[in-house]
């Protein structure tokens, strides 16, 4: 069985992801989506929920599966007989810092394989980080995120924002 790790924070899942994984779908018996839960980001979900929402999105799929992961990634496929590593490649600005990575796992597992796939064009744009800005001033993200994803966004902002004015009245001078 050939099976791919398709790697990421997925902070939200987006379509474009979702596009990139459909696609590894075509390539592997088993594509396995792992939500990574150590990141040098600040996550605005959890790894449950990060997982959840990557669960539901990608559900009519198979072949692929979700698994959340802590530690270093070339063990995690390891551990999973993972013969390549999937990665998404949305603009030149990517490219730089996927090398470099794809580099280093290649030092440390030589056995598995970098595959880069970049989502269609229409999509090459979309990032999560422009989904939680866009959803955070109140923008619409639904041609960006599934349906569920969006509820969640608007779940989580309104509580940040119900926290944040709840702090602000605190530290009022009144």
Same mark, same amino acid.
């Given at each position: 069985m050939k099976r791919a790790i398709y790697p990421g924070t997925f902070d939200p899942i987006t379509f474009g992801h979702i596009d990139v994984a459909r696609r590894a779908a075509h390539l592997y018996d088993e594509v396995i989506v792992a939500v990574a839960a150590a990141s040098t980001k600040t996550p605005i979900f959890d790894l449950e929920q990060r997982s959840e929402l990557a669960r539901v999105a990608l559900q009519e799929f198979p072949n692929i599966h979700v698994l959340s992961f802590d530690g270093l990634l070339v063990e995690f496929a390891r551990k999973l007989g993972? *013969? @390549? *590593? +999937?990665? /998404?490649?949305?603009? +030149? @600005?990517?490219?730089? @810092?996927?090398?470099?990575? =794809? =580099? +280093?796992n290649r030092r440390l597992a030589p056995e598995i394989e970098t595959v880069f796939l970049s989502p269609t064009e229409e999509l090459g744009f979309v990032s999560s980080s422009i989904v939680r800005e866009l959803a955070?001033?109140? /923008?619409?993200?639904? @041609?960006? +995120?599934p349906l569920h994803v969006v509820d969640a966004l608007k779940e989580i902002i309104t509580h940040e924002q119900a926290t944040k004015a709840g702090a602000n009245m605190l530290n009022s001078p009144h």
């Open positions: 993972a *013969i @390549s *590593i +999937v990665r /998404g490649l949305r603009a +030149v @600005s990517d490219f730089e @810092s996927e090398i470099q990575m =794809a =580099a +280093v955070r001033l109140g /923008g619409n993200v639904a @041609s960006f +995120v």
